[in-house]
């Protein structure tokens, strides 16, 4: 098991950058495939980003490619997201979760992760 605490979420205008972390513990990090997910009031949780387990693949979704960052360091146990230009449409509560590598690559979906954080707020001002 592995248990994730994000951090770095706040507030921001329009055009500006926030840099979100994520901290796992437990069981061996470099194990796991990570994603970061986001949840708008009254939307349903969305695929943000992902990163393979040694860290050589990312993926994006359309609405923050070119805009945002995933990595890791798996010798701190830490996944970070860059988030670059950010639009009013990026508010929301952002999720870092986990999946076994076991499982497969990244996953787009939230039911492909099997541990999550608790979730840091996002809000971008216009």
């Known amino acids: 098991q592995v248990q994730l605490v994000e951090s770095g979420g706040g507030l921001v205008q329009a055009g500006g950058s926030l840099r979100l972390s994520c901290a796992a513990s437990?069981?061996?990090?470099?194990?796991?495939?990570m994603g970061w997910f986001r949840q708008a009031p009254g939307k349903e949780r969305e695929f943000v980003a992902g990163?393979?387990?040694?860290?050589?693949?990312?993926y994006y979704a359309d609405s923050v490619k070119g805009r945002f960052t995933i990595s890791r360091d798996n010798t701190k146990n830490t996944v970070a997201l860059q988030m670059n230009s950010l639009k009013p449409e990026d508010t929301a509560v952002y999720y870092c979760?986990?999946?076994?590598?076991?499982?497969?690559?990244?996953?787009?979906?939230?039911?492909?992760?099997?541990?999550w954080g608790q979730g840091t707020q996002v809000t971008v001002s216009s």
């Open positions: 437990g069981r061996t990090f470099s194990s796991y495939v």
């Open positions: 979760a986990a999946r076994p590598k076991s499982r497969g690559g990244i996953s787009y979906v939230s039911r492909g992760y099997d541990y």
């Open positions: 990163i393979s387990w040694g860290g050589g693949t990312t």
